[in-house]
């Protein structure tokens, strides 16, 4: 619908904070939110450690074949904010680096929210001959708009924004802005960083009005492709692996700084592609298929067999 006095589609926009009550983290979403509304958004905030999340069982049940896509014995207020997430037309999450990356609760979340609909990949849900890109949104879909703005104590790098990388990835949302603000015990008052969230709330609200025109705002990064910063190195340090796209190739320094460099091929492999989500779904079915009929060994029985009656695992003298 449109809203007559604006003339522009109504959009709505989540803050999350994971933050202590009234901590910075609080205070960087309701900045941001600020700015929404200067967008005239219709704003929202809920804060994470209000809530009651679980960790999830490892039970598997949300991967069986059921009529029901999303299925968990976990009763918890997750469904609640899904719904609220899933209602929204652009998220801003504010996380704060525990242990120089995201804590508990967030990845606590992101392993609950890592299974059905939007989680999991498609390999087991189609048969063996069927192409996994039938069950995969087209390129031409744009995610929905996300925006990350952690804090952290040191300077030197964390791994605080891989985090927030993962559970965009995850959900299939587009990133516009991951940053983490170093030295933030007095966000109130600190003008530069507060006008940044502002900023921040309002390209968000703007990219939830136009997801087609949504761009990535935020520093360019090491990975021309993501933006990422952290990297794995194989055993000679011959070649690189970007940890947020999944993208193989070489750091080389250009002009005093280091970039990455990738074939282009590199591209159908990246995580967050369409072809890549299907090049990976296709390696994890096929594996599937082979670990099936090893499972269904005798060899295979007789050895978990063997490690079932072998030790028990230990709990404490009061547990049900």
Known sequence: MIDKAYGVMPM????ISGGIRDSDNDSICKEALLGVQEEHGEIEFIRLPDLHLENCKGCKICFKDTEEREVCEIDDDLWWLKERMEAADGLLFSIP??????????????????????????YWESEFDQDVLEGLPGETI??????????????????????CSLLAQIMRWRVIENRVFVRTKCFALETEKMGYAHMVGKALARAAMEPEQAVYIGDKGVCPHCYGRNFY??????????????????L???????????????????????????????EAKNYQM?????????????????????IEGLLPENSK
């Not at 709505?12 to 803050?15: F, Q, S």
């Not at 708009?145 to 891989?162: D, H, K, N, Q, V």
């Open 12 to 15: 709505k926009i989540l803050a």
């Open 97 to 122: 680096a525990s242990r120089r990356g995201a804590g508990s609760l967030f990845h606590a979340l992101i392993d609950r929210l890592d299974v059905g609909e939007k989680g999991r990949l498609p």
């Open 142 to 163: 744009p995610g929905k708009p996300a925006a990350f703005l952690g804090t952290g104590g040191p300077e030197f790098p964390i791994r605080l924004r891989w985090d």
């Open 233 to 250: 190195l194989n055993d000679c340090a011959q070649k690189a692996v970007c940890c947020t796209c999944g993208m193989e190739g070489r």
């Open 252 to 282: 080389e320094v250009e002009g005093g700084k280091v970039r990455f460099h990738f074939d282009e091929d590199q591209l159908d492999r990246a995580y967050d592609t369409r072809a890549g989500m299907a090049y990976y779904a296709r």
């Open 290 to 310: 082979i670990a099936s009929k090893m499972k269904d060994s005798y060899k295979y029985r007789q050895r978990q067999k063997f490690y079932q009656n072998f």
